[in-house]
């Protein structure tokens, strides 16, 4: 499963998917994934919480994009980040996304691994602004600045694929 050890090609992973407790409820997510575990033995996993990155603390209130869009619509101001306790967020989620990609560009990252869902790091779905737990599809903000600065995103779901991009990448370098 192992893939070109010699290889510098580094990953962007969502800290909460290598069990780092970053999550707004201070809980351990219990990602037990191969691929991962073999990427981070082979050093290429950059483990980044991009809301921790902007200075939110742990545990935190969770956050949701309210308004017409996702990500990419905060992103281009048609949308809010607020959170639970009815506090805006946008500038913070915003702020994290930016040091997602200097992360990405300073440490030569071929794509990333993001937990799907999050506000931040949602690559195909994210929750609908009410706190009621109904999901809809879009991006987070981080995902979606990523994928805008062309960083292709993948989800925790989308292991084999993202495999395949880093064998691609390996091969070609
Ligand atoms: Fe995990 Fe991303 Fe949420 Fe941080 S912002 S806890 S990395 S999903």
């Keep these: 499963m192992s893939v070109a050890k010699n290889?510098?090609?580094?990953?962007?992973?969502s800290a909460c998917l290598v069990?780092?407790?970053?999550?707004?409820?201070g809980m351990v997510l219990v990602c037990k994934?191969?691929?991962?575990?073999?990427?981070?033995?082979?050093?290429?996993?950059l483990a980044f919480c991009p809301e921790v990155a902007a200075g939110l603390t742990v545990p935190r209130s969770p956050a949701e994009i309210i308004g017409e869009g996702d990500g990419t619509a905060v992103l281009q101001g048609f949308a809010k980040v607020i959170n639970r306790d009815g506090k805006e967020m946008t500038e913070r989620f915003v702020i994290g996304a930016k040091k997602a990609l200097e992360q990405v560009i300073s440490q030569s990252i071929a794509f990333a691994v993001l937990?799907?869902?999050?506000?931040?790091?949602?690559?195909?779905?994210i929750y609908d602004g009410s706190f009621t737990g109904v999901s809809e599809a879009g991006k987070g903000v981080t995902a979606a600045f990523l994928e805008a600065n062309g960083i292709r995103v993948f989800s925790e779901h989308q292991m084999a694929e993202a495999a395949a991009r880093l064998t691609r990448r390996v091969k070609n370098a």
């Design 7 to 13: 290889s510098s090609a580094k990953i962007l992973v």
């Design 19 to 25: 069990g780092e407790r970053v999550r707004y409820d």
């Design 33 to 45: 994934d191969r691929l991962l575990e073999y990427w981070q033995q082979e050093d290429r996993v």
């Design 115 to 125: 937990k799907d869902g999050s506000p931040s790091c949602g690559s195909s779905y």
